[in-house]
């Protein structure tokens, strides 16, 4: 057992994850490939993701080689304080020396909708103020030198207060760190998913704040979005599933 924690009043409630997590009375906020639950301790609620046990040559890759994704969101996640949900603690289980289960634990942000709700809803409330706030938010990412792997809808929660908007980005083990170039910060816009109207509009906020070419950085972005659409439709394409435009 592998655990770290920024408080020692979480100690206990790290080491016993496995008991904690499965109590009957939490809340299963997602269940796929990992699950996310709510779950209480010392009269608090918390979010602690548990990953997916990963297969045999994964196990041996992040037992000698890489870190744990676990252990990358605990520690992207004090790189990144301010744009996060806080981060609590991460635990990693092992067997003869090889990863099996692991947790990732942060203190819950109580956001009222992520980035989907207005990027697929055509009617959605003050589509334009959201998405020129969220193009200001990235700006600040890509300023201390973030770039979000998996900036994707369900990752950017949103937290609503008179009109402003307050963000923060969740599934952070996928992160680099680095001075960006405006192509590599333009295209990172690429895997929201929006139309061309919703991106157009973010776009020309983002090229508004950084004093570049309007034109120039909408082709570049609008560019790298209709190539990831068409990539993860093919992929679609081939397992037999229902195409998204």
Do not use: C
């Amino acid at each position: 057992m592998i655990y770290e924690t920024l408080n020692e009043r979480h100690k206990d409630f790290v080491q016993n994850i496995k008991i904690y997590f499965n109590q009957k009375s939490n809340i299963t906020v997602f269940k796929k490939r990992n699950t996310i639950k709510r779950i209480k301790f010392e009269g608090v609620e918390y979010i602690v993701k548990s990953f997916k046990i990963p297969h045999l040559l994964n196990q041996i890759v992040y037992s000698l080689i890489r870190d744990s994704k676990a252990k990358k969101s605990y520690f992207n996640s004090i790189k990144i304080e301010e744009f996060v949900p806080e981060p609590i603690g991460y635990i990693e289980f092992k067997k003869f020396g090889l990863l099996k289960d692991s947790f990732f634990i942060s203190s819950i942000f109580q956001y009222d909708f992520t980035i989907r709700e207005p990027l697929t809803d055509k009617y959605y409330s003050n589509k334009d103020t959201i998405y020129k706030a969220f193009a200001n938010f990235t700006n600040k990412l890509h300023n201390k030198g973030i770039l979000h792997l998996d900036y994707s809808p369900g990752n950017i929660l949103i937290k609503e207060n008179s009109n402003r908007y307050e963000f923060k980005i969740i599934d952070v083990n996928r992160m680099l760190f680095k001075k960006l170039t405006m192509e590599e910060r333009l295209k990172n816009f690429s895997k929201l998913w929006a139309s061309d109207e919703d991106l157009t509009i973010i776009i020309k906020e983002y090229a508004k704040i950084n004093n570049i070419n309007e034109i120039e950085a909408l082709n570049i972005a609008l560019k790298a979005s209709k190539k990831h659409k068409k990539f993860k439709n093919l992929k679609k394409r081939l397992k037999g599933k229902k195409v998204v435009d």
